[in-house]
């Protein structure tokens, strides 16, 4: 099974970016489709950004679309989400996940290997 680490997250003011990357180790990082979600407290868990297994296939939430970029290196075992113009309702934790499926889904429930998360607090 794959294991995630996420790092890069910490307090930013509105409109500030930060950089999320999720590290991956103990199995071919190309069989596996990532994705990022977020949860803030009291709220269910949300799918932000997926990318297909070599990066051809990516999606986004509405909420970020335009904001978030996601992307991949297959080479360095590791997938980054670059988020501009944050907002405060962009405050969570992040958590990076995989699963063996080849398109890019943003449904928690389907993916099965998980990080431990990282805060992203967004306020003046």
């Known amino acids: 099974q794959l294991r995630l680490v996420e790092s890069g997250g910490g307090l930013v003011q509105p409109g500030g970016s930060l950089r999320l990357s999720c590290a991956a180790s103990?199995?071919?990082?190309?069989?596996?489709?990532i994705g990022w979600f977020r949860q803030a407290p009291g709220k269910e868990r949300e799918g932000v950004s997926c990318?297909?297994?070599?990066?051809?296939?990516?999606d986004y939430a509405d909420s970020v679309k335009g904001r978030f970029t996601i992307s991949r290196d297959n080479a360095k075992n590791m997938a980054v989400l670059q988020m501009n113009s944050l907002k405060p309702e962009d405050t969570a934790v992040y958590f990076c996940?995989?699963?063996?499926?080849?398109?890019?889904?943003?449904?928690?429930?389907?993916?099965?290997?998980w990080g431990q998360g990282t805060q992203v607090t967004v306020s003046s």
């Open positions: 103990g199995s071919p990082f190309n069989y596996y489709t």
């Open positions: 990318i297909s297994l070599l990066g051809e296939r990516t």
């Open positions: 996940a995989a699963a063996q499926f080849r398109e890019c889904r943003l449904r928690a429930s389907t993916y099965d290997s």
